[in-house]
């Protein structure tokens, strides 16, 4: 199955194509709505609360912030999933990469049921090609950017396989496409939901626009 966020309307849509049929065997999984912060409008970078909104507008999952997290440190920031009524459905764990240890952002997803994954943003081999390549490029294109001559720079790499502990891939996240394929049909669809909204706050689709993070308070 493959799952997809769409922009263009006042809250994202998450929505899943497990037929091949094109748009028109798509299935809405839910909206992304953001709730305020509760910080004064002083919120920490790190943190995230939305919910994931069913028909009628109603909340089917919540996201919330256990752990801010910091750069500096490398501590990761942790989010919890529940359903309307507060029961858990999850955990994702977001690690961001420090690039002076050469380390890559990874994401963990941990179910009730057991279930857990771990992805690491990008190949090793393509960054291995972009620090010598595409990070001098990058920076052409953004001062040319700045200038009005060209176009956005080029970007790192985004593509994110989770595999759970055997290296079996769970969910392929493909930056190119800007797509996200179930390959375990057992995940609960709200926390893939979940995921796919957390990601999309720190690595948005270009076509995100105005919604990057998205429903702005």
Do not use: C
């Not at 858990?88 to 994401?107: K, N, S, V």
């Not at 190119?176 to 979940?194: C, H, I």
Request: charged share 25%; no cysteine.
């Amino acid at each position: 199955m493959t799952y997809n966020v769409r922009y263009g309307t006042p809250l994202p849509v998450v929505v899943r194509n497990g037929d091949g049929t094109g748009r028109e065997g798509d299935v809405t999984v839910g909206l992304l709505h953001r709730a305020p912060d509760g910080h004064g409008g002083v919120a920490h970078p790190a943190t995230r609360a939305f919910d994931i909104l069913g028909e009628g507008r109603t909340a089917i999952a919540r996201v919330s912030t256990e752990e801010t997290g910091s750069h500096v440190s490398g501590r990761p920031a942790v989010y919890r999933v529940d359903d309307p009524y507060g029961a858990p459905l999850g955990r994702i764990t977001y690690r961001r990469g420090l690039a002076l240890r050469g380390a890559r952002a990874r994401w963990t997803v941990e179910s009730v049921t057991g279930h857990s994954v771990r992805g690491f943003r990008g190949r090793l081999f393509w960054w291995v090609v972009w620090w010598p390549v595409g990070l001098p490029v990058s920076l052409v294109w953004l001062v040319l950017s700045l200038l009005g001559e060209g176009d956005d720079a080029f970007g790192k790499p985004r593509r994110v396989i989770w595999r759970d502990s055997s290296g079996r891939a769970s969910l392929v996240f493909r930056g190119v496409a800007d797509e996200y394929r179930v390959l375990d049909g057992s995940w609960d669809p709200r926390l893939v939901a979940a995921l796919l909204g957390l990601h999309q706050s720190y690595d948005p689709s270009e076509g995100s626009g105005e919604n990057g993070w998205y429903a702005r308070p």
